[in-house]
């Protein structure tokens, strides 16, 4: 009975876990290609701003209370009732264009049979590309849908993914190290920590010698670069699932990489050192090792989870 609760709770978790860092539905790309180009030739909306909106939205609704529910076949955006029927409108997701235009509600009927329906997929796009075109620019455009700088930052960041790789098929992982070089790590995620008052490990330290190669995990936007005090020269990059990833640690940086940059899974972007816990240069407190830390922006909040069960499942991809 023991063992067969174990085996329940360990297949859970592997179905959980992955959904985490690329959601579960990350699949149809075909159909939501398709969608995005359509709509692209039809409102002159570039088709990586629409994909970089529905990605985002993507990501983020199953944080969302009003959203849980959502299923269309193809899109992921959720658009709350204020938004689309009018803040004072008394009905609740109303269809009829007159009385939400009264109520300056957005929503719009996109396959012309005289509703706009909420339960309609093709409503709520031509809905989003309409909302996005009425701006002079995408991110005025998305500054003004969410409110949010991160989320704002989030979704250029996405969008800029989609135009340079000319795809939405961006879930390659590779493991931070190099598998040419010896390396080796545990699960210390959670631990506590000896440096910098009471915090809580928020990574895995892989421990490899000086100058061993840091690598990419994902197609990502190199977000931050520079010194901390507390992970010494780091690094941060965000992948289209809203999840960022810090290397810390590092001896040096790869070339003349820069924030802003877009890397790939197992490009070089650093080297194994052992910086950190003081001002900027300080060096040696601790053996070399490359802390890796995961991120997850919600759209409301940032949190971390253990990156130890990812970094198993990427040691088996090819590098
Ligand atoms: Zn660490």
Redesign the pocket.
Same mark, same amino acid.
């Given at each position: 009975m023991k063992r067969r609760f174990l085996i329940m709770s360990l297949s859970l978790v592997m179905i959980v876990l992955p959904s985490i860092i690329a959601n579960a539905d990350d699949s149809n790309h075909e159909a939501r290609m398709k969608m995005y180009k359509d709509y692209e030739l039809a409102s002159g909306v570039p088709w990586y701003e629409i994909a970089a909106v529905d990605q985002y939205e993507r990501n983020i609704y199953k944080f969302r209370e009003e959203c849980k529910d959502l299923k269309y076949d193809t899109i992921s955006i959720c658009m709350i009732n204020e938004r689309w029927s009018g803040p004072e409108n008394p009905y609740y997701y109303d269809n009829d264009s007159y009385t939400i235009n009264l109520f300056g509600g957005i929503a719009k009927d996109g396959d012309g049979d005289g509703v706009a329906d909420i339960n309609n997929e093709h409503d709520v796009m031509y809905t989003m590309v309409e909302y996005l075109r009425s701006f002079d620019d995408f991110e005025g455009a998305i500054e003004a849908y969410y409110q949010k700088e991160q989320a704002v930052m989030v979704i250029k960041e996405i969008a800029s993914l989609f135009e340079h790789f000319d795809t939405i098929v961006l879930d390659k992982r590779s493991l931070p190290v190099s598998k040419r070089y010896s390396y080796s790590f545990q699960d210390?995620y959670g631990a506590a920590r000896s440096w910098g008052g009471a915090r809580s %490990?928020e =990574?895995?330290?892989i421990f490899a010698c000086y100058s061993t190669p840091v690598l990419s995990t994902a197609y990502g936007v190199v977000e931050i670069m520079g010194w901390n005090d507390y992970g010494g020269y780091r690094i941060g990059i965000r992948d289209i699932y809203n999840t960022y990833q810090y290397y810390?640690?590092l001896q040096g940086f790869e070339g003349d990489l820069k924030e802003g940059d877009i890397v790939e899974p197992g490009q070089v972007i650093g080297y194994v050192g052992s910086t950190g816990y003081g001002k900027e240069g300080t060096s040696g407190k601790f053996p070399p %090792?490359l %802390?890796? =830390?995961l991120y997850k922006y919600d759209g409301r909040c940032e949190w971390a989870f253990n990156p130890y069960p990812h970094l198993r499942r990427w040691e088996k991809e090819k590098q």
């Open positions: 210390n %490990h =990574g895995i330290d810390a640690h %090792h %802390h890796f =830390g």
